[in-house]
């Protein structure tokens, strides 16, 4: 988000990402999120289940396209890398989420880390079980071992949000 702010009034820049955080916040209450944390430039979240964090993720970027084009000021578009993974974590509720340590919430960050622009990045293994896996395809990058799919919203170059 550094290079997007760049030359842009902080006016605008403070507007766009109070929308965008209220957006993504909607998408995850609709999702049942269950415990979140925000950086200045991300957010991360913890679902019931793979299921709802994966199409989570998807609306986020889904929403992307209205948000670009109603919403923000700024010149430049916004554009996220989503990173899912799924295990068991002990879930505190008195413990907030940066707090959490666990391998499980290091590979999400890191499947996001290694996404592509308007991606949903899981590895495979964990997508294999979904009630719907359709839209993933598979890459050649592998994260923390795991080989990874990715979803695209309607397929193909990730970049097209």
């Known amino acids: 988000s550094t290079a997007m702010k760049k030359s842009e009034e902080s006016a605008a820049v403070q507007y766009d990402f109070a929308e965008y955080r209220k957006m ?9 999120i269950l415990k979140s944390t925000w950086t200045p430039d991300g957010v991360m979240g913890y679902f019931p289940g793979i299921d709802e964090a994966i199409q989570a993720g998807k609306d986020v970027i889904l ?24 295990g068991y974590v002990h ?15 290091d590979i999400a960050g890191h499947m996001q880390k290694y996404a592509e622009p308007n991606t949903v990045a899981v590895a495979r293994k964990v997508i294999e079980p979904l009630r719907d896996p359709e839209g993933f395809e598979p890459t050649a990058t592998v994260v923390d071992g795991y080989e990874v799919s990715r979803w695209t919203p309607q397929g193909g170059d990730p970049r097209r949000g």
Not at 24 to 32: A, D
């Open 63 to 86: 929403r992307l396209e209205n948000f670009n084009r109603n919403v923000k000021l700024m010149r430049e578009d916004f554009s996220v890398r989503c990173g899912v993974n799924a």
């Open 24 to 32: 993504v916040e909607e998408v995850f209450r609709e999702h049942g």
């Open 91 to 105: 879930f505190d509720e008195a413990t907030p989420l940066e707090a959490m340590s666990d391998r499980v919430i």
